[in-house]
């Protein structure tokens, strides 16, 4: 079993305004503190040797928890004497970490399936793996860029110049191996301050030993008050321990051109994607219900050599920045590259077949259930065509088809717009 660590000795200036006279991870949710609802997910999964780093009055911390016998864990704690910023004070674990340990920040409410992150680092075999996820201010977060592997090819942070850009985001919990002690990989030569990002996890980019498992669980830090009270509802309504993927999920199945973008044809050209009007609104609406939103498109253009799959990342990129604009997100992208006919100049012999993905077969819907352990038969495909109604049908979904065409397809609403469909969920 890992060792788990939270780091609960910052000030949290940030939102000082609403207490500042209790450590941030105290701040009182619902009548408790931030830390406690982490260690209750902790526990509840079976994992229960826990050590927390407290520094600024870190004695209410501990004073508070105590041993953790009360919430049936066993807790150490490490006290900085002085600040040693997000990562210093890990330099007293080093001689006792003989395996993996799972890092996370003290003042962020989540709610994941562990064992699921460590399969993923396990696989990998990374130094570190972080957990990055979409979120609704991607334009002011740091954003972590990765090649279809996830191993971490660059860290933009806010201030960096940046154009069209994948919503992938840092969200505070991180998996590391006790290689990140040996002098090859880290500056943990002596005590001092250090930066988890800058100087610990930065530095393995380069070595292609860092790595980010995205997800689609809940996480959101206490960064503004404004955040605090958005937890405390989300709280209350269920949403964070729904998110949690060792929960069936529901699931809103997008089509593409047509329903997401206007529809210019075959979409060869990054300049000619354009939002639908209201689709932000609509997405964004759908983030807050719970629901996942998963785009599931054929892209035949891939086969007939007219789009590189480079090209296809770069559109898809600009999807998400202007979704994140507006303050919504997409949870995955799953696109067919098939196409069977042949006779095309310039095609991909390799993909022209006839595939178990390219709609109206199920087999995108049927991957993304297998990955996000989705509940089906709770979860709608919505389309601008017949093949994503039949696709939706066959893969055990509700379907909504979107035009001004009477009931044609077997499709249990026709709406005119994304925003319509948002009535019914």
């Known amino acids: 079993m890992m060792e788990i660590v939270f780091m609960a000795g910052g000030r949290g200036t940030r939102i000082a305004s609403v207490n500042s006279e209790i450590p941030k991870p105290m701040l009182p949710i619902l009548g408790k503190p931030v830390l406690e609802y982490g260690i209750e997910c902790i526990r509840n999964q079976g994992y229960t040797d826990i050590t927390i780093v407290i520094g600024y009055l870190g004695h209410i911390i501990k004073n508070y928890f105590g041993d953790g016998f009360n919430w049936g864990v066993s807790i150490q704690y490490i006290e900085e004497k002085v600040p040693l910023g997000t990562a210093g004070a890990l330099y007293y674990m080093r001689d006792r970490l003989s395996d993996d340990f799972l890092l996370i920040n003290g003042d962020i409410i989540f709610d994941i399936d562990i064992k699921r992150m460590h399969c993923y680092h396990n696989m990998h075999k990374g130094i570190a793996t972080i957990l990055t996820h979409p979120n609704d201010h991607p334009y002011d977060s740091g954003i972590i860029i990765a090649d279809q592997d996830g191993c971490v090819q660059d860290w933009l942070h806010k201030e960096s110049e940046r154009l069209w850009y994948q919503n992938r985001v840092n969200a505070g919990i991180h998996i590391l191996s006790p290689q990140i002690f040996d002098k090859t990989y880290s500056l943990y030569h002596s005590l001092k301050k250090m930066d988890l990002d800058r100087d610990v996890l930065k530095p393995l980019i380069s070595k292609k030993k860092l790595f980010a498992y995205n997800s689609s669980e809940y ?121 069977p006919d042949k006779g095309y100049v310039g095609e991909r012999v390799e993909l022209k077949i006839d595939c178990n993905c390219r709609k109206p077969k199920p087999g995108m819907i049927l991957q993304a259930a297998k990955d996000f352990n989705i509940d089906l038969s709770k979860s709608w495909m919505v389309g601008d065509s017949e093949t994503d109604v039949v696709s939706g049908e066959r893969a055990g979904c509700k379907t909504v088809y979107l035009g001004n065409q009477e009931k044609k397809y077997g499709q249990l609403y026709t709406f005119e717009s994304l925003q319509e469909v948002c009535s019914i969920l």
């Open 219 to 339: 996480v959101k830090d206490m960064g503004t008050p404004d955040r605090l009270i958005q937890v405390s509802k989300d709280i209350q309504s269920g949403k964070v321990e729904a998110k949690n993927l060792r929960k069936k999920q529901r699931a809103v199945f997008l089509d593409r051109d047509g329903t997401i973008n206007k529809y210019v044809g075959f979409l060869k050209d990054i300049d000619d994607f354009e939002l639908l009007p209201g689709v932000g609104e609509a997405i964004r609406n759908m983030n807050a219900l719970g629901y996942l939103v998963i785009v599931i498109s054929n892209q035949p253009v891939i086969a007939r050599g007219e789009v590189s799959e480079k090209e296809l990342s770069k559109i898809h990129n600009k999807m998400e920045t202007l979704l994140g604009k507006k303050g919504a997100y997409i949870d995955a992208i799953y696109y067919c590259p098939h196409h």
